[in-house]
């Protein structure tokens, strides 16, 4: 594996509850990022790192890997760069790229 994309959607969103899965125009939002990252067609393999249900059943119905990440990993104070470290952990030859892609972003295009 060469190029992993990792799309970190913890559950317990302070601001707006559930925006990783709220719909957006009939879609759950990281439906969005999962399809780009798909269509790019850069990742060997793309990893949605959660701590809900509901993300892990969005992200395994559209076929990509679903890392559950310890509790310790899904509160407010906790970075993405935390977050993208568990994740490369988990695999044993570290790919040569990582590309964090965020889960609310809709608007992103395979090309960015």
């Known amino acids: 594996m060469t190029a992993i994309a990792i799309i970190p959607a913890r559950g317990g969103s302070t601001r707006i509850p559930g925006k990783n899965w709220k719909e957006f125009h009939g879609r759950p939002i990281i439906e969005y990022s999962i399809e780009t990252a798909k269509k790019s067609g850069l990742f060997d393999q793309i990893v949605v790192t959660t701590d ?3 993300i892990a059943e969005v992200a395994g119905e559209l076929g990509v890997m679903v890392l559950w990440r310890p509790l310790s990993l899904a509160y407010d104070h906790i970075g993405t760069q935390e977050v993208a470290s568990f994740t490369l952990n988990q695999f044993k030859d570290w790919p040569q790229y ?6 609310t972003a809709p608007l992103m295009e395979p090309d960015d």
């Open 52 to 54: 809900h249900r509901s």
């Open 98 to 103: 990582a590309c964090c892609i965020y889960p």
